[in-house]
């Protein structure tokens, strides 16, 4: 904070909102937009492998491997996201706890369920009660990207479900006449084509994955949309050095702008790379591109 704001009564115009935005809290919202950055970063290669790997798995040819895929994709498709959230963070925390605690507490004379409670030996807390705050907050992160990717994995996988089937089949037909075996034709043949005709629909998954960010407030990570919330609400004079009536509108339009740039760069991002993997290929797409070249 600037030097000069050491007393805000004192401060009018543009000396008084410079000191205003500068305050520890608005330091810890401009530290929020890296976290829902690394959120993205993290989360959508992370969905990209749950989701081939359920592709995979629901095209299998083993029954019982394909049943496993194909519900997968049902069940997580099938329930809201925020019920989902709010159900796999508590069961995958109190699952490892579990563990944690058959392993380092089986002498534990009391259940685990007492009630409405579930207790645990100090030993399989997860992290430990003396942890520090940034250990907590690292710990409920890597909870969230793990949701996000199984839930977001699972519409990824029912998209590469369809684009592998999208793949002409005189293509694979043709790599068995070369004498491509299963794998050779699946690994340099059929994943190579399907992703001209993945990409739309992963297009449209991570600009919902980026407005899904916001979920992360619900699983207790103090995201933009958390502190956006808590310093535009109204502010009295006894509890704030900075009092203001409430200005949640304007944070929440600084969110709306922020967003609208970052799904349109992805938008243009996207395309350019729809282009790329559009030549040669033979889609609609592809056959514009070739009439341009001409």
Same mark, same amino acid.
């Given at each position: 904070?600037?030097?000069?704001?050491?007393?805000?009564?004192?401060?009018?115009?543009?000396?008084?909102?410079?000191?205003?935005?500068?305050?520890?809290?608005?330091?810890?919202?401009?530290?929020?937009?890296?976290?829902?950055?690394?959120?993205?970063?993290?989360?959508?290669?992370?969905?990209?492998?749950?989701?081939?790997?359920?592709?995979?798995?629901?095209?299998?040819?083993?029954?019982?491997?394909?049943?496993?895929?194909?519900?997968?994709?049902?069940?997580?498709?099938?329930?809201?996201?925020?019920?989902?959230? #709010?159900?796999? $963070?508590?069961?995958?925390?109190?699952? /490892?706890?579990? !563990? %944690?605690?058959?392993?380092?507490?089986?002498? &534990?004379?009391?259940?685990?369920?007492?009630?409405?409670?579930?207790?645990?030996?100090?030993?399989?807390?997860?992290?430990?009660?003396?942890?520090?705050?940034?250990?907590?907050?690292?710990?409920?992160?890597?909870?969230?990207?793990?949701?996000?990717?199984?839930?977001?994995?699972?519409?990824?996988?029912?998209?590469?479900?369809?684009?592998?089937?999208?793949?002409?089949?005189?293509?694979?037909?043709?790599?068995?006449?070369?004498?491509?075996?299963?794998?050779?034709?699946?690994?340099?043949?059929?994943?190579?084509?399907?992703?001209?005709?993945?990409?739309?629909?992963?297009?449209? #998954?991570?600009? $919902?994955?980026?407005?899904?960010?916001? /979920?992360?407030? !619900? %699983?207790?990570?103090?995201?933009?949309?958390? &502190?956006?919330?808590?310093?535009?609400?109204?502010?009295?004079?006894?509890?704030?050095?900075?009092?203001?009536?409430?200005?949640?509108?304007?944070?929440?339009?600084?969110?709306?702008?922020?967003?609208?740039?970052?799904?349109?760069?992805?938008?243009?991002?996207?395309?350019?790379?729809?282009?790329?993997?559009?030549?040669?290929?033979?889609?609609?797409?592809?056959?514009?591109?070739?009439?341009?070249?001409?």
């Amino acid at each position: 904070m600037f030097s000069y704001c050491t007393d805000p009564e004192t401060l009018s115009g543009l000396s008084w909102l410079s000191c205003y935005l500068t305050t520890g809290k608005h330091m810890s919202l401009y530290y929020a937009v890296p976290t829902v950055l690394l959120l993205l970063a993290l989360t959508a290669p992370l969905a990209l492998g749950v989701g081939f790997l359920g592709a995979m798995a629901a095209r299998a040819r083993f029954a019982p491997l394909s049943w496993v895929g194909k519900s997968y994709i049902a069940i997580v498709r099938g329930v809201p996201d925020v019920a989902f959230f #709010l159900f796999f $963070v508590i069961a995958l925390d109190q699952a /490892l706890e579990w !563990l %944690l605690h058959k392993a380092r507490c089986p002498d &534990w004379p009391e259940p685990v369920r007492q009630g409405n409670d579930f207790v645990v030996c100090s030993a399989a807390k997860i992290p430990p009660g003396t942890a520090p705050q940034w250990i907590h907050e690292s710990y409920g992160f890597m909870l969230a990207v793990v949701t996000f990717a199984i839930v977001f994995g699972a519409f990824v996988a029912n998209v590469l479900f369809g684009a592998m089937r999208a793949v002409p089949r005189a293509q694979l037909e043709t790599a068995a006449a070369y004498g491509m075996n299963t794998r050779q034709t699946f690994w340099r043949i059929l994943v190579p084509q399907m992703w001209v005709y993945a990409l739309p629909g992963l297009g449209n #998954l991570w600009m $919902v994955l980026i407005k899904a960010t916001p /979920l992360l407030f !619900l %699983l207790g990570v103090e995201d933009i949309v958390y &502190w956006a919330r808590e310093l535009g609400g109204a502010k009295t004079a006894r509890f704030s050095d900075y009092p203001h009536p409430d200005w949640r509108m304007w944070y929440f339009f600084g969110l709306l702008v922020f967003y609208l740039i970052f799904t349109r760069i992805s938008e243009i991002f996207l395309e350019r790379l729809m282009q790329r993997l559009s030549h040669g290929q033979a889609t609609t797409g592809g056959e514009a591109l070739r009439k341009a070249d001409a």
